[in-house]
């Protein structure tokens, strides 16, 4: 955005005043301020490429300060676009940006989910660290336990109690 066609940057201007018109109509209603109009400049008008929409549009505030829709804006999104937040005052606007909340509801810490049915006797314990097992109650000990064990671990179990 130069006022040159030569391409210098004698009449550049910071695009942190720049804005949409619709933009800056919201802008203005949000504040109840005047409707957006482009301010004359003190070193002339500003000379805009063809393919930029956005201009440095102003707004009178209820105070009858001009303020620029660019800057403000910027100050608005500065926690991003959408970010909860209010206008401190509407004569002096600046905006305050409201905490966000990005803590789950439920602290506890999560249970997994077993690969297969829990036997009984079986529950998922927290160990040290963090670590999750699933824990027996009670070791099988005689002949009685064994149907809650697995076919793989029933057979080896049934030929050591045939050895002893």
Not at 79 to 102: R, Y
Not at 151 to 163: F, H, P, S, T
Request: charged share 20%.
């Amino acid at each position: 955005m130069t006022s040159t066609s030569q391409g210098d940057l004698r009449g550049a201007i910071n695009p942190d005043y720049l804005s949409n018109f619709g933009d800056a109509q919201r802008l203005a209603a949000e504040l109840s301020a005047g409707a957006p109009f482009i301010p004359i400049m003190a070193f002339g008008s500003i000379s805009y490429p063809p393919e930029e929409m956005r201009r440095a549009w102003s707004i009178t505030l209820q105070t009858g300060v001009v303020a620029n829709a660019g800057i403000l804006l910027k100050d608005k999104y500065k926690a991003g676009v959408g970010a909860p937040g209010h206008w401190s005052d509407l004569s002096n606007p600046q905006w305050i940006a409201e905490p966000q909340t990005t803590v789950e509801a439920n602290l506890l810490p999560e249970t997994p989910f077993p690969c297969r049915d829990l036997y009984p006797d079986e529950a998922i314990v927290q160990v040290f660290m963090g670590g999750w097992v699933v824990q027996r109650k009670q070791i099988a000990t005689k002949l009685s336990d064994i149907d809650l064990m697995p076919q793989r671990v029933r057979d080896i179990w049934n030929a050591v109690l045939v050895k002893t």
